[in-house]
């Protein structure tokens, strides 16, 4: 079958640094997503990973490693408004998004 | 990026009646959509994929006599929720994709239903 894990909860402090992993195994890859979701609101997409590395988008990174079947979301000088849920989702050999479950970051100040 | 819209925002509907979700992209044209339920704390769950001009395939476990899906255009899609009852009150998501190739999908701002 196929199964994404990512961290139910985590709990960080405003202005620090925090990463979220997720493992994932699927029938073929062909990119990973990472999308920010505020309560009762539609994700938003922060990053696409199709190569192995690191991928800088201002104080958000992501990283992949497609023969670990892993990848993190780095979250760097934390502000209260990144209190969200981040959903890890990869796109099998059909295009088809499979989600992770969700990570709910809670930032305290 | 890419605008997706989806309407309404919300809607409350009494119980047997139907519902009508769209969602249009705005300055794409969305060969691909996706619709998605989200119960509270839950993840996305992927109800149908629809390609413009075909029928929509759903996903195991969704009705299709229930959850119509229609995608007449590149630029189009509606979903219509038949005989609503209260279990199916949720959080409904399309997305949209242009192309086959690996470009990232866009989401609308979600529908909110709730069946009373």
Known sequence: ?109 | GAVVSQHPSWVICKSGTSVKIECRSLDFQATTMFWYRQFPKQSLMLMATSNEGSKATYEQGVEKDKFLINHASLTLSTLTVTSAHPEDSSFYICSARGGTGPTEAFFGQGTRLTVV
């Open chain 1, 1 to 109: 079958g196929q199964n994404i894990d990512q961290p139910t909860e985590m709990t960080a402090t405003e202005g620090a640094i925090v990463q979220i992993n997720c493992t994932y195994q699927t029938s073929g890859f062909n990119g990973l997503f990472w999308y920010q979701q505020h309560a009762g609101e539609a994700p938003t997409f922060l990053s696409y990973n199709v190569l192995d590395g690191l991928e800088e988008k201002g104080r958000f990174s992501s990283f992949l490693s497609r023969s670990k079947g892993y990848s993190y979301l780095l979250l760097k000088e934390l502000q209260m408004k990144d209190s969200a849920s981040y959903l890890c989702a990869v796109w099998d050999s059909n295009y088809q998004l499979i989600w992770g479950a969700g990570t709910k970051l809670i930032i305290k100040p």
